[in-house]
Structure formats: C-alpha cells, structure tokens
C-alpha cells in the first residue's frame, strides 16, 4: 500500500511540477510578440499511475489564418492612405492650383485686349506663361518625387519580404527534424516564430497557407503564386522595369535566378506592396498623366493660335510654348533594328491627345506599326490604330489607315521586326519639359493678319465680315507675311447670287448658294485653298465692292488676341480614348485639372472609409485569435494557485507515504 501511496505521490508531485513550469512559461512570455500560450493535459491514472503529460499550443487555425487575412487588408489601406492623404494635400494647396494659374494667364491676355500696343500689358502674359509652366513642372515635379518613394519603399518591403521567406523556410526545415519525435513541445518556440513570420509577411502581401508533410507550412500569395514551398525550397520577389527601368514591377523568381522572374498582378496584390502599387497606379499614373495632357494641350492650342494672328513686330505670330519630345522606351525582348523612336503631339492635334501612354508595336505587314492606348495598370484601352511609317520615318495623322493617331507624331529610325515594342509616356513626361519659346511680349499675336473695307461707294447696307485665319501653311500668306497673290476684291454683279472676284492671280466670276457665307470657298480654286475666308452680311446691290488685304500696321487690332483668349473656354482637354461621335468627350482646362483634384480626393476618401472598415475587422480578428491563443494574466494566475494548491497536496501526500514507509522499516527491525 505505501508502495503504492508513495508512487501516486510521486506522480502527482510531478504532474503539478510540469503544469505549473507550463504556466510559469505563459506568465513569463506574456509580453512576447508572437508566442501562443501553451496547455499541458494528463491522461486518466492507470494502475495507480498519473498517465504521461502532454504540452500543446492553444492554436486555432480557422483565427489564425482570418487575422492574416485581416492584417492585409488592413495594412493595403493603412499604407494607400498614408501615401494618398500626402498627394491629397499637395493638389490642395491653393500654391500648386494650376487653375489660379491658367485663370491668371488668361486674365492677362484679356488685360492685353484692352490696350494690344501696350508692351507692359504683353509682358505680363508671358510672365503668366511663365510662371504656368513653372507651376506645372513644380506639380509634375512633385508627384514624379512620390513615384521614386514608391520605388525606394518597394525596394524595402521586397528585401523584408524575403528575408521573412527565407526564415519561414528555414524555421519549417527545423520544424521538419523534430516532427513525430518526444522533442515536439520543446520546439513550441520554433513553430511560434515561424507563425510570427507569417503573420509579419502577411502585413507585406496577402497570403494563403496549407499544412505540408512533417509539419510545415506552405506558403502561397493570394495571387496563388508559391512563396514557400516543400523540401526546402521557395521563391523571392525582384523587382524590375520593363520596358521604363523607372517603372518597378514586381515579380517573383525561384532563388538563385533559376527560372524565368514569373509576373504578378499587382491589381490583386493586398499588404503594404499592395498598397504601395495601387497608390501608384491609381494615383501617381493618372495624375503625371493628366498633368501632362493639360499642359500639352494649353501649349498646342495657344501655339496654333498665336500662329493665325500678327505680332507687334507685324510678323505672323510663332510659337509661345516649346512642345517637347521624348524618347520611346524599347522592350528587352525587341530584336529588330530600330535605333530611336521620339514622339511629340502633332502641331493642332492636342485636343486629341487622351491621358494615357502608349505601346507601338511592329506588326506582320512591312512598316506598319499599330498604336494601342494603355490604361494606368497597362491594360490595352479601346482598339488599336494602324499606321504606315513613311520615308521619312515620322508617322502622323496622315498615315493612319485605321483607327486614329490619338495626336502623336512618332519619329522612327531604323526598322522593326514582328513583335518589336516600343512604350510612349509622352504625357508623364511632358509637364516638366515644356518650356517658353519667347520670353518677349512682342511675340504675342494679337493682331489678324487680314483686314477687310465696304467700299465707300456702296449704295446697299451690305458689310463685309472682319475676316477669318484658319491656316497660314495654306499658301495665303508669304513669310513677310502678306497675301500671296495681293489684295483681293470681290464686286457683285448683275445678275442674282454673282459675284466678280479679283487678285493677282486673275479674276473670276461665281455664283454662290446663299445665305453669303465663306465666299473665298465658294469662289473654288484657287480662292479656296488661301487659309482664310470672309462672309458677306446683307444684301448687297448691283456693284458694290468689298476688298481684303493684308493688316498692315494693324498694331491696335485684337481680333486674334479674342481667339486667344476663348482658349479659356474652349474644350480641348480629351477625357476618355473610348468614345462616340455624339458623346461629350472633351472639358476645359478648369474642367480638366478641377476633375483630377476631384478624383484624387475621391479616391482617397473611398480609400480612408476602406480603412476604417478593416481596421475594424482586424481588431475583431486580434480580439478572437488572443482570446484563443493569448495569455490571460488572470486566468495563469488562478492556474498557479490551483496548481501550488495540487502540488503542495501532492508532496503532504508524499511526506505520510515516506513516514508510513518508515513506520514499517521500524517495526520490521
């Protein structure tokens, strides 16, 4: 019986020692960032004996792999605010508002309308032109730093991510030598720091795991890419930019480059890269582009306006803007001969320019080349235009023979093959490479060139209208400038609708069909090809004569400085490439920049309500997962009382067995 008693005691000694070493564990690690609390547990007494104790984690992996889950999403958001809110602001700043600076510009110009010989007034245009462009490049500026941070934090949290994966890997490996052996609850430490691991990775990008053979995790991307795999082997992320080595993207490649970088689609990336590409993409992209757009298109259009009117000099006006032209980024891929690719905005074809990039690609058929709009994340937008590349190598408008030029002019030099990728970024580039061609006010092409007279012996009411420039590359003008073929006169005859016409060039005689309207263009050749027009107002009578010419010392005229300034309201700023011919597809250049604030701050907002919602499913998920598998100070410490309780029992137990064990050794002797 004491033999008995005494091995019970002995047992029951040792069961309260493990159950209160296995609380003391929990107690002592309750401060200790991805420990799981531990439950030691005995089998029912056998033959008098307290059966072996066996130590387990409290893991539940339903909670677990949910709080991963939440975690990413949690932090996709958290990072796209934190990079949003920033560019958010900047648009907001009164400072960086290209409308104040567009308003003031245009302000000035009509300023210059009231008083076109003034110099002071025209030099306060283009000190506006001035400080336009410097707005723009400033803003331009500003959000290409973001993309480099972007780039930089990318290149950080791929580095993390790897180093998290080579752990995870190594920590399974460990794993995998004491699965099924007496050493599995020594380990626990390990397993709780292979989990930590995946729980910090999962703050990185989203990720999904199975259990894999003698106790390993596989680890895959919510993507379903492989990131920890069997045996030791797994797959890290490289970034990379093809074709703009500016542009990172992310891919994953088996360690030590054994296999080709397999793409990711960053669209369905969660975590903090995630969040950082689709702040880029959803943001950074639209905005340079957009930015760019308005300023290719202020510059376009206030250009091939300038170029319809007269300067101060009594010259036909120039260009105020320099349009510039950048470089075609090639595929790695590429095999054929194409030395250099440029691409600028055909002269008057900005209004038709989208906010979007572009990839050229070089097709089955010699010199032909299609030209394919791409969205923010380079998906291919609305269908591709066909294009052949002439000579001369500069493909514009007039080569298309499908589709549209979207108003690019390519220039090309060398030649393709099949296959062969190009990627224009005309627009993300423009902003901060647009600059002033003249700095003088003299240059401002207020004027018209032509001016038009009622003879004084006319005896109808009949006027003739001032007159209106649509081309001075026409053969109109010659570069004095001047009309080509002289003065022209018009004189209405006899007969009904007739009219005489006469120039250097000869006379002839039309009939028009009314009301009188473009005269020059019903007149027909060569009339019709000058680059300017006239109406003819009333009724006039038999012999009355109305001239043209040339405005020469016309130095207070404005009628070209009107049309200058209607830039202001014109809608030349292209919304979407996909489109209809009856649909409202262009805005102002308020409209355009007002539109692209607003979309930024919409954004944003969508993205702070996001991250309100799954900051509150995470702390749910961390409230439930701690619940489970955390410490509870007060629940270890009624354990350590229950168990002091049962080990004091234990060893009272153990005195009285060893002191009956005595009792009988004494009688014995």
Known sequence: ????????????????????????????????????????????????????????????????SQLNRDTSNKSFFDQFVTEANRVDTIFSEESNNLSTGINSLFNNVQEALNQPS????????????????????????????????????????????????????????????????????????????????????????????????????????????????????????????????????????????????????ASKLKGKIGGLLAFRDDILVPAQNQIGQMGLAIADAFNEQNKLGMDANGDLGGDIFNIPTVGAYAYKANSGGVTNMTATVESGKGSELPASDFIITYTANADEVSIQPIDNKGEPVGSASLATIPASGIIDSDDITS??????????????????????????????????????????????????????????????????????????????????????????????????????????????????????AQAGAPFDS??????????????????????EGGFDDNRNGLKLADLQNGELVRKNVVTTATADNHDTFNQAYSGLVSDIGVVTGQAITSASAFDALAQQSEAWYESLSGVNLDEEAANLLRFQQSYSASAQVLAAAQEIFDTLLSAAR
């Open 1 to 64: 019986m004491s033999f008995s008693l005494l091995n019970i005691a002995s047992a029951g000694v040792r069961s309260s020692s493990e159950l209160l070493q296995t609380t003391s564990k929990n107690i002592t690690n309750v401060n200790t960032e991805g420990y799981v609390r531990e439950r030691t547990e005995f089998t029912t007494m056998v033959d008098n004996q307290v059966g072996r104790g066996e130590t387990y984690r409290l893991l539940n992996e339903f909670a677990q």
């Open 118 to 265: 003034s110099s002071v007034a025209r030099s306060l245009v283009m000190t506006d032109a001035q400080s336009l462009v410097d707005q723009m490049d400033r803003l331009s500026g500003i959000v290409l730093e973001q993309q480099s941070i972007v780039n930089e934090q990318l290149e950080i949290f791929s580095e993390e991510a790897n180093s998290l994966i080579q752990n995870i890997n190594t920590l399974n490996q460990e794993i995998a030598v004491v699965n099924g052996t007496n050493n599995v609850s020594d380990a626990s430490s390990i397993y709780n720091q292979r989990d930590l691991a995946i729980r910090e990775l999962s703050e990185l990008v989203d990720i999904e795991t199975l259990d894999g053979p003698n106790g390993e995790k596989l680890v895959f991307m919510g993507t379903g890419e492989s990131l920890v795999m069997e045996n030791g082997t797994f797959n890290l992320f490289s970034l990379s930019g093809d074709p703009d080595p500016n542009f990172k993207e992310l891919t994953l490649d088996v360690n030590g480059g054994k296999a080709v970088p397999l793409e990711i689609d």
């Open 403 to 520: 589709g549209e030029s979207f108003g690019l002019q390519i220039n090309v030099s060398g030649s393709g093959v099949e296959g062969d990728q190009f990627q224009i970024k005309l627009n993300s580039e423009a902003a901060t490479l647009i600059t002033l061609a003249t700095s003088r006010g003299e240059d401002l092409a207020l004027a018209s060139p032509i001016r038009t007279a009622n003879s004084i012996d006319n005896t109808s009411t009949a006027t003739i209208s001032a007159g209106e420039v649509t081309s001075v590359t026409s053969g109109g003008f010659t570069s004095a400038p001047g009309l080509t073929n002289g003065d022209i006169t018009l004189v209405k005859t006899g007969t009904a609708n007739e009219y005489q016409i006469t120039d250097a060039s000869g006379t002839s005689t039309f009939t028009i069909t009314p009301p009188a309207e473009g005269m020059l």
């Open 530 to 551: 000058y680059g300017f027009d006239f109406d003819i107002e009333g009724t006039p009578a038999t012999g009355d004569t109305f001239t043209l010419e040339f405005n």
